[in-house]
């Protein structure tokens, strides 16, 4: 009875025991600041506070990014009510200064920086002064939150800013370990996570890592520039194809399920607006009915054009009605560029790659690809077997070129060269080729 009784108080203390164990959860910021990343940050808060996270730890090694992504992750962190802090691997350099700096607490290895914030466009260059104004006003109002110098974090942005016995004017700041730590903008150097979690005491939690699900993976996936613009290549090569040999259905497939993958995951990720995917459905209807209904090209085919190309930009841009106040040059570039590049995959598609289709096996057996040439006995003459040429009729309705015309009490269609003929009028047959008769009139 006192051995039950016994096992009975280490089953039940070790139950209280695991029910009061504390949690500390980890998520990653290894790679660019952009619209993945963003979204990455949101579903890893979400998990943490699903599981009842008593601390979340970053680990952080990045050279920066999108500043409006970064800004969306830094208005997350803050709102967060639970401690967060920041264990910098190596670099947390522009957006990912801002990021540090945003974090409850920061921890740095050895060798490490942080700083470096100057917002720049594609080439590398500074960009222009309202985004720095805009960058500048966010790194001294997020040190501000956390007790830290703003001042120092605006001179890690602009490097006009003059901070005594730290910077002189020219310098952009960027901190060592150690003078991150001298200047209060990291609370202590550890070789690793491992022995972060020892001193405090943290290797007595329980570790939750957060890992991406294997549908926010694919997502993930979607959202490369690299993989939108071969979606675009997709797209336009999709309807081109289908547009060249109407009745097939696969190209216009194709197209349609890579607009479906171009479009989700840009939605799911908050930057698809839905006036944006509106805009781009009005483009294409517009361009359907230019080709299908509208004869020539005129102002339905130019705006859809516009409509539809303009949107697959603006998908890729986290811009506000057309407020590009605060996205970089870097970005739109970007997407110009993937925009560009997919159209040129999808033309060379067309030239180089038409050919190859349309002599494929494959293709072959989708679509007839046979010619039937007058040397392997095929003719389009109804009437070689009758010999008509030569013979006299006469015109059984109006001929304005083309009608019917009587010979021998039978009717044929008919034409004539431009001219008009009566009815009753004398014809004769000038030429049987075809499925109608060549005539003129016989005076």
């Known amino acids: 009875m006192k051995t039950i009784l016994f096992f009975s108080l280490i089953f039940l203390s070790g139950t209280l025991i695991a029910q009061e164990q504390k949690k500390v959860f980890i998520m990653e910021i290894k790679a660019e600041i952009d619209p993945r990343m963003n979204r990455y940050v949101k579903l890893a808060l979400e998990k943490a506070e699903d599981e009842q996270a ?5 680990e952080m090694d990045t050279y920066g990014g999108a500043v409006a992504d970064a800004k969306d992750i830094v208005e997350a962190l803050l709102d967060y009510p639970k401690p967060i802090w920041v264990f910098i691997d190596k670099d947390a350099a522009s957006a990912g200064a801002l990021i540090s700096i945003a974090c409850d607490s920061i921890y740095m290895s050895p060798g490490s920086s942080i700083g470096a914030a100057t917002v720049v466009v ?9 985004y720095q104004s805009y960058m500048r006003s966010t790194m001294r109002s997020t040190a ?7 001042l120092i974090a605006e001179g890690m942005v602009d490097q006009n800013i003059e901070v005594p016995g730290i910077s002189e004017k020219g310098q952009v700041i960027t901190f060592s370990t150690s003078e991150a730590i001298k200047n209060g903008f990291c ?3 550890f070789k690793s996570r491992e022995e972060l979690f020892s001193h405090y005491g943290l290797d007595k939690y329980q570790v939750i890592e957060f890992k991406l699900s294997s549908s926010e993976r694919i997502i993930a996936f979607f959202l490369n520039p690299f993989i ?5 290549l997709i797209i336009i090569g999709g309807i081109y194809f289908e547009l060249q040999t ?12 890579a607009l479906v993958l171009y479009l989700v995951p840009y939605y799911l990720n908050g930057l698809a607006e839905s006036w944006e995917i509106i805009a781009l459905v009005v483009g294409i209807i517009l361009i359907g009915v230019e080709i299908f209904v509208i004869p020539g090209f005129g102002f339905a085919g130019i705006s859809g054009i516009v409509l539809f190309f303009g949107s697959l930009i603006l998908i890729m841009l986290n811009n506000d009605t057309f407020d590009f106040s605060m996205v970089p040059w870097s970005e739109i570039t970007k997407a110009t560029a993937t925009l560009i590049g997919g159209m040129s995959g999808a033309f060379l598609l067309m030239f180089f790659g038409g050919v190859r289709l349309s002599n494929s096996k494959a293709f072959s057996k989708i679509a007839l690809v046979n010619t039937l040439q007058k040397e392997d006995g095929y003719t389009s003459n109804f009437y070689a077997e009758k010999q008509l040429v030569g013979k006299i009729g006469i015109a059984y309705s109006v001929l304005r070129p083309s009608g019917k015309v009587e010979i021998d009490h039978e009717i044929y269609d008919a034409y004539t060269s431009g001219g008009f003929i009566e009815q009753g009028q004398e014809i004769v047959v000038v030429s049987d080729g075809g499925t109608s008769l060549k005539v003129k009139p016989k005076s």
């Open 54 to 58: 008593d601390l979340i730890l970053i």
């Open 122 to 130: 594609g080439d590398g260059t500074a960009a222009p002064d309202k």
């Open 144 to 150: 501000e939150v956390n007790g830290r110098n703003p």
């Open 187 to 189: 609370e202590g150097e």
């Open 228 to 232: 939108s613009g071969i979606l675009i």
């Open 246 to 257: 109407p009745g097939i259905g696969f190209p216009l497939a194709a197209a349609g399920i």
